[in-house]
């Protein structure tokens, strides 16, 4: 189970550092562009941006999480990938909807929920994989 919690703790940090990243980085664009004023200016303008840290930092934290995941034993990566993928896609377009004020479509509101149905359709039909140890 330590392995399933630590899978769905790195989809979340995976789906939030890319929202935190396209939200400063909207800031970032209105100022000019990342790299406007060269790599430089462009390295300081992340460092010195709460969000876009948040969001490298939530990758660096996503990536250790999915790590422990990937080391159980009876946790496949053939449901913990799409878990990951699928289920961000989920997350980032239901949050950028609400959050960013990105506007979906009914055909890609349908995309979305028949991908949650796969992942969920992988994840639930495959044995072992939940519940893994």
């Known amino acids: 189970m330590k392995y399933v919690i630590a899978l769905i703790v790195a989809l979340v940090l995976n789906a939030g550092a890319n929202l935190m990243m396209k939200a400063g980085m909207v800031k970032v664009q209105e100022g000019g562009g990342l790299l406007s004023n060269g790599l430089f200016a462009g390295v300081l303008t992340i460092l010195t941006s709460p969000i ?7 990758f660096a934290l996503n990536a250790a999480c999915y790590m422990f995941a990937l080391q159980s034993p ?8 799409p878990a990951m993928v699928g289920g961000g896609y989920v997350i980032i377009a239901t949050v950028a909807y609400f959050w960013l004020g990105e506007r ?3 055909g ?3 995309g979305v929920a028949l991908v949650l149905s796969g992942v969920m359709t992988i ?11």
């Open 108 to 110: 890609q509101w349908v």
């Open 123 to 133: 994840a639930l039909r495959t044995p072992t994989a939940v519940g893994a140890s």
């Open 52 to 58: 876009l840290l948040a969001g490298l930092i939530s």
């Open 104 to 106: 979906l479509t009914v």
């Open 74 to 81: 009876t946790l496949k990566i053939s449901v913990a990938y």
